[in-house]
RNA sequence: CGGGGUGUGGCGCAGUCUGGUAGCGCGCUACGUUCGGGACGUAGAAGUCGGAGGUUCGAAUCCUCUCACCCCGACCA
């Protein structure tokens, strides 16, 4: 390919709007241009780029013995009325009606779609386990879409549904996948975790993330400094303290604290250690609570985790913090001075909330505070869960070393459904006896646009990208130093391109009347992987210089060598 | 949804307070000089100032409505 037959839209300025690394860089290396809110335009470079990363999904799962179909993105309201999605979803889901106004929706995933297919097609037992994937545009009317492809409204995903008789069928091609996915991000170049997730609502046994580890990622996972346990921070256990609670050796004090909101203020101002404070959360409560309100209590140097708290069957789901009105409502004082002593609701503590003696809380009424209070001798210990986000070096669940704390960009995404839409919508196969068995289910994603952000994400420099070679737009850019004028440095390139051509190496020659570095900006800029000068300078030498994205030196390779040499670098970096 | 902000050639911005008929940088076109790390000169093309309505002799500028986009808010006890 010719750069003059191939529009490199870079852009010197940097666009206004673009916060993080890859959204600046996509725009200025003109991968993609916004058409709207969380709308993108794909540009050739970066759709070279998309396209690669599809491959690469595509080939793995094909490998895998998953089966490609493709969906309708607009999909009837009566399915997501049966599986009962249409109501629980929000507003995320963009409904539209048609011109008979029947409703529609633009699909965010295709759960009720491929069980209204495989319910109509499979009969038999015989024909489970099987796995149906597409590759398609999805559409998620998102809050806030920002960060450009990375958390868009419409974008590309790999989305995958395994079907099965039962659990144990379910597990090994949920471990297959699990492989899968790891090959592909490792095929990809990216340095990724997979952690334990959250299943949600859902409910299943085992979920798991896949993360692109980046410091500009807007999850947060928690990996050990000993073991391979990794988990997104929703998920992570915060195991109970191993040590005895100290006895009590303070008296009970109620203390005038007029000036005292904050857990912060209540450090400052008495000199108290912060790990003997309570934060006292008010959360609506469900029905099964039998109260409108329950208190949940962390320790003030902690923070509540909100995945655990709406699991407790005390609270109500989804999780709603309550007003203040509310608070002074159903307890006469406002948060700021809440406690559980004297505190007229169900009550819930953390593990490490248990754990402490001699401790203070609001004494809910405003403007006083306890000092010095004791479970089991001022009042009775409340019932205990894990309430709280794991903090940097709290001892890992699974026993081995301690937790650090990283941050990661989610891309992929497999969990095992059971039967949630399979007995909604009634799809089963007759088993070996005869009889009528609801499948069994698991689903599997990949944002093939958040990926392409994600890479560039996790490899850049100042110059612009620096993309992995298997996902490149291009492998090698070639560069001829005034073309024009010199003959020699024509023909040579002319001669080098298509021997790179042959030797089937996906070549940019840079053929614009541009100044050297002009091209060698905009080559760093979009992030070619290797580079080959081609100058009189060197031809004196028989020579062209060699650079790759990431280095700083130029090497001299011999013009006879320099096919082998670059074959040699494009292979070291295929194998997986 | 609440709070804040911004809309002016393709991109980045000034001009708006204090009304007088639109400007700068980048990019683009042509020619010339240059050219191994984002060159320079000369000459050009390109904007109904987000939209609608109003005030005024006159509106990018003032008023009303409206649309779009961006940022913040989901831990606070």
Redesign the pocket.
């Known amino acids: 390919m010719r750069t003059s037959q191939f529009p490199l839209q ?8 673009a ?1 993080i690394a890859s959204h600046r860089l996509m725009l ?1 290396a003109g991968l993609i241009r ?1 058409l ?4 993108y335009t794909w540009l050739p470079l970066g759709l070279r780029v998309m396209r690669k990363v599809e491959r690469i999904v595509r080939e793995e799962m094909d490998r895998a013995g998953a089966l490609e179909v493709l969906m309708p993105a607009v999909q009837p309201a009566e399915l997501w009325q049966e599986s009962g999605r249409w109501e629980q979803y929000g507003p995320e889901l963009l409904r539209i009606k048609d011109r008979h106004q029947r409703e529609f929706c633009f699909g965010p995933t295709h759960e009720e779609i491929i069980t209204e297919l495989v319910r109509n097609e499979l009969q038999s037992y015989r024909q489970l386990p099987i796995n149906f994937y597409q590759i398609q545009t999805k559409f998620r009317d998102e ?5 450009g492809v990375m958390r868009a409204r419409e974008f590309l995903m790999k989305d995958a549904y395994s079907f099965h008789l039962d659990q144990a069928s379910l597990q090994e091609t949920y471990n297959l996948m699990h492989a899968t996915y790891s090959r592909i991000f490792s095929r990809c170049g990216l340095d990724f975790r997979a952690v334990q997730a959250d299943s949600g609502a859902i409910g299943g046994s085992s979920s798991h993330e896949f993360h692109v580890m980046a410091d500009s990622g807007e999850d947060v996972i928690v990996l050990s400094d000993r073991s391979d346990y990794a988990a997104n921070i929703e998920k992570a256990e915060a195991v109970a303290p191993v040590e005895e609670r100290s006895l009590p050796s303070e008296a009970l004090r109620l203390v005038d604290t007029p000036d005292t ?4 203020q ?1 450090v400052d101002q008495f000199n108290h250690p912060v790990e003997k ?7 609506a409560g469900s029905a099964e609570s039998g109260a409108p309100f329950v208190a949940l209590l ?1 320790r ?1 140097d902690h ?4 995945v655990k708290a709406e699991a407790q069957p005390e609270v109500a789901a989804p999780l709603r ?2 007003l ?1 009105e509310e ?1 002074y409502q159903a307890i006469g004082a ?5 406690g559980p002593l004297h505190l007229p609701l169900p009550c819930i503590i953390d593990r490490s909330v248990a754990n402490i003696a001699d401790f203070s809380a ?1 004494a809910n009424i405003d403007g006083k505070h306890y000092f010095g209070l004791n479970w089991e001798r001022d009042l009775p210990l409340p019932r205990i869960a894990d309430l709280r ?1 794991v903090v940097e070096g709290d001892p890992s669940p699974d026993g081995k070393g301690n937790l650090t704390i990283a941050r990661g960009i989610e891309v992929g995404h497999i969990f095992q459904l059971g039967e949630k839409y399979s007995a909604a919508m009634q799809a089963s196969v007759l088993d070996m006896n005869g009889q009528p068995r609801t499948m069994t289910m698991g689903c599997y994603g990949i944002g093939v646009s958040r990926v392409v952000a994600a890479a560039i994400e996790q490899k850049h420099d100042e ?2 990208i620096i993309w992995p070679l298997s996902i490149a737009p291009f492998q090698v850019a070639l560069l001829p ?2 073309m ?2 010199s003959h020699r440095v024509r023909e040579a390139v002319e001669k080098l391109h298509t021997a790179m051509h042959e030797a089937g190496i996906e070549v940019l020659l840079d053929d614009r ?6 091209m ?3 080559m ?2 979009i992030g070619i992987p290797h580079r080959v ?6 031809l004196d030498q028989g020579q062209v ?1 060699y ?1 790759g994205r990431g280095e700083s030196e ?1 090497s001299m390779i011999r013009i006879d060598q320099l096919i082998p040499f670059l074959m040699d670098r494009l292979s070291a970096s295929e194998a997986v």
């Open positions: 870079t852009l010197k300025e940097t666009p206004a709007d916060e200025r916004k709207a809110a969380g709308l809050i806030r879409p920002r960060f909101k904050t857990i912060q209540l404070t309570i934060k006292t959360l008010i959360v962390v003030g923070e509540l985790n909100l913090f309550a203040e608070i406002g948060p700021g001075s809440l609001g986000n110059k612009g130093m005034k024009d004028k009347d541009v100044r050297p570095g002009f060698f900006a905009d760093e800029l000068v081609v100058g009189e300078r060197g210089e650079r130029n």
